[in-house]
């Protein structure tokens, strides 16, 4: 009996790693997509007759990206199918390390996939000016990676950092 129980338990711990573990990554662009006029978001509507520009990028597992820029900050939306889901909030207005911070320059977004091809994670790599350097400096730019948690919707910003492999540790044990 006590064997079947520690059998049980070490089965599911081995599989609960392999789950972790099994996420790979898959790469889409986010550069030169098609142009959107206007894109609805929960609190609002945002348009390129207000000034925006938005274009809309192929993502992966039934899941795609809004690129909305508004000069000189810009930003994502995931789009999970009717609903879109803003990231203002923790790309622009609540980001902290830094002045203007741009996905403009962005060519890719690392999807983290589990084995079905569902997006578990994104990274993307933001740009942003350091505030403590002055804007005339080569060194004044900046960037870090985000990492956004797909696992339940909306998205949840789960950290940054300038590192490549820390970034799919974060991803991938959201």
Known sequence: ?????????????????????????????IQNCPALQSLTLADR??????GFGIMRCKGTGGLDLAVIDEDPRSWLAVIAGRYTYGLHNPMVQGFKLGHFPDV??????????????????????????DPNVPATQPN????????????SLP???????????AARRMADGN
């Not at 998205?155 to 492999?165: F, I, K």
């Open 1 to 29: 009996m006590i064997r079947r129980m520690l059998g049980g338990v070490m089965l599911c711990a081995v599989a609960g790693a392999a789950g972790a573990q099994g996420l790979t990554p898959v790469y889409t662009s």
């Open 45 to 50: 509507t945002v348009s390129r007759a207000q």
């Open 140 to 151: 004044a730019q900046r960037s870090t990676l985000m990492v956004f948690s797909l696992r």
């Open 155 to 165: 998205p949840r910003l789960v950290g940054m950092t300038t590192d490549n492999n």
């Open 104 to 129: 403009s320059t962005t060519k890719v977004v690392e999807w983290r996939v589990n084995g079905e091809g569902s997006p578990e994670a994104f990274i993307v790599r933001v740009h942003y000016q």
